[in-house]
C-alpha cells in the first residue's frame, strides 16, 4: 500500500514542483491571445472553460493505453510502476505540455506544422505521413479494443448476442460523426461527464483492494523491487518496458491530441492544469491499473497466465467484476471501454484537421470536412480487418518514434531562443534510444540484432541526433520576442 501511494504523492509533486519549473522555461503569455478567440469559427476553434477543456483532454490521451500499457507492463514487477512516476513526470507531461503550448504559439498548428517550423521542411513531411499512419492505426486500435469488449460484456452478462464486427459498425458510425460536428456539440458537452464516470471507476476500483478482506494493495512487494525485473517469461526489461508502458509514461500519440486542445484553451495560463495536469492524472489512472494487476491475481504466474487467456482486457474483466459485483462491476467496465471510444474518434478528428493543414482546406464547411476525412474512415475501416495484435506492436513503436520527433521539436524551440531545453532534451535523448534499440533488435517488428549490438547503436544515434539538433537549433531565434508572424498580429495591443 505505501509503495502504490508514494508513487501517486510524487506524481502530484511533480505536477506542483516540476510543472511549475517547465511552465517557468516556457515562459507563458498571459496577455496573448489565443487561437480560440483569433481564430475563432465554431468548428474547432471554440473557447470551452479550463475545467472542461482538462476532462477532455485527459479523455482524448486516455485510451486503451495507460489501462492495457501498464497491465502489460506489470508483468515486469513494481519497476513498471517505477517507469510510471519517472515518464510521466520528466517525459511524458513534458512531452504534453510542449505539445499543447507550441500550437497555441502556432495559431493552433497541428503537431507536423510544429515541427516543420523548429525542425525544417524535411521533417515536417515525414511527420505529416507518420502522424497519419499512427493516428490511422490509432483509430483502429480504439476500434477493435472497445468493440470486443462490449461483445464480451453483452455476452456474458445478458440473454443477447452480439458480435464483434456489428459493434466496429456501431463505432465507427459514432466516429464518423463526431469527427464532423463542431468541436463543443459532442466531446465538449459530453466528455466531461465521461470524465467524472472515468475518474469514479478508477477510485472505485483501488478502493475496493484497499478495503477488501481479500486482496492487498501490491501486498509482498518493497520498494527495492522497483529496481528487479520479474518478469515469469524471462523478457528483457530493456528496452521494451519502454515501448510497452506508453500512454501512462509518454505517449507520442497525445501530440496529436494536445493541439485540439489547443484550439479551445482560453489563456496561456490554463496550459500546465490542462496539457501537464492531464498527463498527471493519465500517470494516476495507469498506477492504479499497475496496481490492480500486480495485486488481484496474487502472483505474476497468475498474471501471465490471465493475459495469455484473454490477453490485458481479460484483466479489466475479471477484476472489474471481482473487485465491485456485477452493477459495479459494469460500471467500471463502460468506465475502460469508454476510454478508447473518447479518444478514436479525436484520432480521426486530428486526423482530418492534420490534412487540411496539408492540403490548405478550410474545414468550417461540413463539405470539405468530409472531403478530409472519408478516406481516413474507408482505410481504418479496412484496418479493422487486420490482426488486433499486429495492429498494437505498430502502434507502440509508432507512438514512441512520434513522441521522440515531439520531444526533439520542443528541444529545437527551446535552443532556438536560448532556454534551458535539457527539460526536453534529456527525455528525447532516451527515448531515442529506446526506440532505435528496440527496432533493431526486436526480430518481429525490426532487424534482429542482439542487444548489445542494437543498444550500441542507438546510443551512438542518439548523440548524433543530439549534436545535431544543437548544431541547426541555438540561438536561431530573439529570445527578446518569440512570437511567430500571427501571433504579432493577434496580439493585444500592449503586449506589440
Given at each position: ?16 514542483i516540476?510543472?511549475?519549473?517547465v ?30 477543456v ?141 470524465g ?21 494493495i ?12 520479474m518478469?515469469?517469461n ?49 500517470g ?9 494487476a ?12 490471465a493475459?495469455?487467456?484473454?490477453g ?32 478514436g ?21 461540413l ?29 507502440g ?11 526533439w521539436?520542443?528541444?529545437a524551440?527551446?535552443l ?9 532534451t ?7 534510444t ?24 542507438g ?38
Amino acid at each position: 500500500m505505501m509503495m502504490f501511494l508514494f508513487c501517486v504523492a510524487a506524481l502530484i509533486a511533480g505536477y506542483f514542483i516540476y510543472g511549475a519549473f517547465v511552465e517557468k522555461v516556457f515562459g507563458i503569455n498571459e496577455n496573448r491571445t489565443t487561437p480560440a478567440y483569433s481564430k475563432q469559427d465554431g468548428v474547432d476553434y471554440v473557447p470551452m472553460s479550463n475545467k472542461k477543456v482538462y476532462l477532455v483532454q485527459l479523455l482524448n490521451i486516455a485510451g486503451v493505453g495507460p489501462i492495457f500499457g501498464p497491465i502489460m507492463g506489470a508483468l515486469y514487477g513494481p519497476a513498471a510502476m517505477l517507469w510510471i512516476v519517472l515518464g510521466c513526470i520528466f517525459a511524458g507531461a513534458v512531452h504534453d505540455y510542449f505539445s499543447g503550448m507550441l500550437s497555441i504559439r502556432n495559431g493552433g498548428a497541428s503537431v507536423p506544422s510544429i515541427t516543420g517550423r523548429y525542425l525544417g521542411k524535411g521533417a515536417k513531411h515525414f511527420m505529416n505521413v507518420f502522424a497519419i499512419i499512427l493516428l490511422l492505426l490509432v483509430g483502429v486500435v480504439f476500434v477493435s479494443a472497445p468493440a470486443g469488449m462490449i461483445s464480451n460484456l453483452v455476452n456474458e452478462q445478458s440473454n443477447f448476442s452480439v458480435s464483434m464486427g456489428t459493434m466496429v459498425v456501431v463505432i465507427f458510425a459514432y466516429y464518423i460523426l463526431a469527427t464532423l460536428v463542431p468541436v463543443d456539440k459532442i466531446i465538449g458537452r459530453f466528455y466531461p461527464l465521461f470524465g467524472f464516470l472515468l475518474i469514479f471507476m478508477s477510485v472505485g476500483l483501488i478502493s475496493a483492494i484497499a478495503f477488501s478482506s481479500d486482496y492487498s494493495i501490491l501486498s509482498g512487494y518493497q520498494f527495492s523491487d522497483m529496481f528487479t525485473n520479474m518478469n515469469p517469461n524471462d523478457l528483457p526489461l530493456w528496452p521494451a518496458l519502454f515501448i510497452t508502458i506508453a500512454c501512462g509514461a509518454i505517449s507520442g500519440f497525445h501530440a496529436t491530441q494536445s493541439p485540439l486542445m489547443a484550439r479551445c484553451i482560453e489563456n496561456e495560463k490554463n496550459g500546465r492544469f490542462v496539457f501537464f495536469g492531464a498527463m498527471i492524472g493519465e500517470g494516476v489512472i495507469a498506477l492504479i491499473w499497475c496496481a490492480i494487476a500486480l495485486s488481484f491475481f496474487g502472483s505474476m504466474d497468475a498474471l501471465s497466465d490471465a493475459v495469455a487467456n484473454g490477453g490485458p482486457g481479460n484483466v479489466v474483466y475479471s477484476s472489474s467484476f471481482g473487485l465491485l459485483g456485477v452493477f459495479g462491476g459494469i460500471i467500471a467496465f463502460l468506465g475502460v471501454v469508454i476510454l478508447p471510444i473518447t479518444s478514436g474518434d479525436t484520432a480521426f478528428r486530428s486526423s482530418r484537421l492534420i490534412l487540411a493543414e496539408y492540403f490548405n482546406v478550410e474545414q468550417k464547411t461540413l463539405k470539405n470536412r468530409l472531403l478530409m476525412a472519408m478516406p481516413l474512415f474507408v482505410i481504418g475501416g479496412i484496418l479493422t480487418q487486420v490482426d488486433f495484435g499486429i495492429i498494437w506492436r505498430y502502434f507502440g513503436f509508432a507512438n514512441q518514434t512520434t513522441a521522440v520527433m515531439m520531444l526533439w521539436t520542443a528541444s529545437a524551440y527551446l535552443l532556438r531562443f536560448n532556454k534551458f531545453h535539457w527539460i526536453t532534451t534529456i527525455p528525447a535523448m532516451f527515448m531515442t534510444t529506446v526506440c532505435i534499440t528496440f527496432i533493431l533488435n526486436n526480430s518481429t517488428l525490426g532487424f534482429g540484432l542482439p542487444m548489445q549490438t542494437s543498444t550500441i547503436i542507438g546510443v551512438v544515434a542518439m548523440l548524433f541526433i543530439t549534436g545535431y539538433v544543437i548544431k541547426i537549433s541555438k540561438g536561431k531565434g530573439d529570445p527578446e520576442f518569440d512570437q511567430t508572424e500571427e501571433d504579432k498580429l493577434n496580439a493585444k495591443p500592449e503586449t506589440v
